[in-house]
């Protein structure tokens, strides 16, 4: 256990449809991102949040909309998906952003969009 | 903005063999390195990391790496793979002086046979 905490771990959802995915540590860290992992691709950053504020938001589609509400939660809300966002959803934390330390990751949510 | 090939994407060996997966980079400033491993069914985690100081690095499980700054690179080896190390291998780089956020290569995906 890492303690980050990712739910649900898996997901299935049409193209209309509206879900959230959720990120919890209780690591007392105040930096939380989101990466998306395909196949054959590198990890891609998502979103970084440091002290409850976006700091990166790497050329993201608007069909994904994060929200930070306290340091310790992230969620990721979904609208529209296309079948080409079927991916792993990691959640990572570490202290702060803007330093060295490792990254501390989630388990993941596996989304299939139909 | 630093980029990571990894180019080695599957590796099949036998147990007891030696292993040796290739990281580059490019980047020309000064660079933070790591190589984190996701066993599977479970969560990304650091395997080892590089700094500063000896460029030969030791991390758990038996495993070093090699910074060559002339080569850009950042080489993971083991001398004697088992049947446990069968997961997926992630090469990073954090930039120094820049956002600090993770660079990830695509991944190696090492199968170790019994």
């Given at each position: 256990?890492?303690?980050?905490?990712?739910?649900?771990?898996?997901?299935?959802?049409?193209?209309?449809?509206?879900?959230?995915?959720?990120?919890?540590?209780?690591?007392?860290?105040?930096?939380?991102?989101?990466?998306?992992?395909?196949?054959?691709?590198p990890?891609?950053?998502?979103?970084?949040?440091?002290?409850?504020?976006?700091?990166?938001?790497n050329?993201?589609?608007?069909?994904?909309s994060?929200?930070?509400?306290?340091?310790?939660?992230?969620?990721l809300?979904?609208?529209?998906?296309?079948?080409?966002?079927?991916?792993?959803?990691?959640c990572?934390?570490?202290?702060?952003?803007?330093?060295?330390?490792?990254?501390?990751?989630?388990?993941?949510?596996?989304?299939?969009?139909? | 903005?630093?980029?990571?090939?990894?180019?080695?994407?599957?590796?099949?060996?036998?147990?007891?063999?030696?292993?040796?997966?290739?990281?580059?980079?490019?980047?020309?400033?000064?660079?933070?390195?790591?190589?984190?491993?996701?066993?599977?069914?479970?969560?990304?985690?650091?395997?080892?990391?590089?700094?500063?100081?000896?460029?030969?690095?030791?991390?758990?499980?038996?495993?070093?790496?090699?910074?060559?700054?002339?080569?850009?690179?950042?080489?993971?080896?083991?001398?004697?793979?088992?049947?446990?190390?069968?997961?997926?291998?992630?090469?990073?780089?954090?930039?120094?002086?820049?956002?600090?956020?993770?660079?990830?290569?695509?991944?190696?995906?090492?199968?170790?046979?019994?």
């Amino acid at each position: 256990e890492t303690g980050v905490t990712q739910t649900p771990r898996h997901l299935v959802m049409g193209m209309t449809n509206k879900k959230s995915l959720k990120c919890e540590q209780h690591l007392g860290h105040n930096a939380m991102y989101w990466y998306k992992q395909s196949a054959k691709k590198p990890l891609e950053l998502m979103f970084v949040y440091n002290f409850k504020e976006q700091t990166e938001n790497n050329s993201v589609p608007s069909r994904f909309s994060p929200e930070c509400p306290n340091s310790s939660h992230l969620f990721l809300h979904l609208h529209t998906l296309q079948p080409e966002d079927s991916a792993l959803y990691l959640c990572a934390s570490t202290p702060q952003a803007a330093t060295n330390e490792k990254l501390f990751f989630g388990s993941g949510t596996q989304l299939s969009v139909l | 903005a630093q980029s990571v090939s990894q180019h080695n994407h599957h590796v099949i060996l036998s147990e007891a063999a030696s292993l040796e997966l290739g990281c580059n980079y490019s980047y020309g400033g000064t660079v933070n390195l790591f190589w984190y491993v996701q066993y599977p069914g479970q969560h990304l985690q650091l395997l080892l990391k590089y700094f500063s100081g000896d460029p030969l690095v030791k991390g758990i499980k038996g495993f070093e790496a090699e910074f060559i700054k002339s080569k850009f690179s950042f080489n993971l080896r083991k001398p004697s793979v088992q049947w446990s190390d069968t997961a997926e291998y992630f090469c990073a780089v954090v930039a120094s002086g820049g956002s600090y956020i993770p660079t990830f290569g695509r991944g190696t995906s090492l199968i170790v046979h019994p």
